[in-house]
């Protein structure tokens, strides 16, 4: 489930199609997750055999979803990641979704960069010589990126970017460093922030009932 993320059931509540100018059969289908009772919206294609001219469908396959997963998966580092940092991310997860490997590359490494620079990076510096100056990186962390090919230092032409074989394995494994990088310098200094910040109401409250008593 986009929502909840359960492997379960869906229960389908209403189905409506329509034919394309060229034939195909297009359904719209809701479902309801069983176990979080929210919504999802998918579209499923029938193709027409294009040499007969009677109704021949061929199932070509579930083609959207709505909402999107992956976007539904994004959202939770909204709280902690800057906004327009996540929006890059956001922009390549779509690419993802629809195998643009490129597109996506670009803007996860985009993502990165509008990052490290909002971390305190140098804006002159390269992107792998941005990675090495931050000492709040782990070694990991820096390895890992300089391992990453679209994270390479890229030149002003368009055979020195780094784009030209970018495939699918690339594009999401730059997609999975983002996300641990995410989670390494926003998500987890932010969830101990806020924990910190609980102890000290805690002890405030705690230390105020014991100078009333």
Not at 21 to 30: E, L, S, T
Not at 50 to 72: C, H, Q
Not at 184 to 192: H, I
């Amino acid at each position: 489930c986009p929502h909840c993320g359960t492997k379960a059931h869906f229960k389908m509540l209403f189905l409506e199609s329509y034919k394309s100018k060229n034939g195909d059969r297009i359904y719209y289908v809701i479902f309801k997750c069983v176990p979080c009772k929210k919504l999802i919206l998918e579209t499923v294609r029938f193709e027409q055999n294009r040499y007969s001219n009677e109704v021949n469908l061929k199932f070509s396959g579930w083609e959207d979803m709505f909402p999107s997963a992956t976007i539904l998966f994004a959202e939770k580092f909204s709280e902690s990641v800057p906004a327009e940092v996540l929006a890059d991310f956001k922009e390549g997860i779509i690419c993802i979704q629809n195998k643009c490997w490129k597109a996506a590359s670009a803007m996860f490494r985009r993502a990165l960069q509008s990052s490290l620079i909002q971390l305190g990076a140098k804006e002159e510096l390269d992107l792998i010589d941005q990675i090495k100056s931050l000492p709040t990186l782990t070694q990991d962390i820096k390895d890992w990126a300089h391992n990453i090919r679209i994270f390479g230092n890229w030149g002003v032409h368009p055979q020195d970017d780094n784009l030209k074989n970018v495939d699918e394995k690339v594009a999401k494994e730059a997609q999975s460093f983002l996300e641990e990088f995410f989670n390494y310098v926003y998500v987890m200094p932010d969830r101990v922030a806020k924990a910190r910040k609980s102890d000290q109401t805690d002890t405030a409250k705690l230390d105020a009932e014991t100078s009333n008593s």
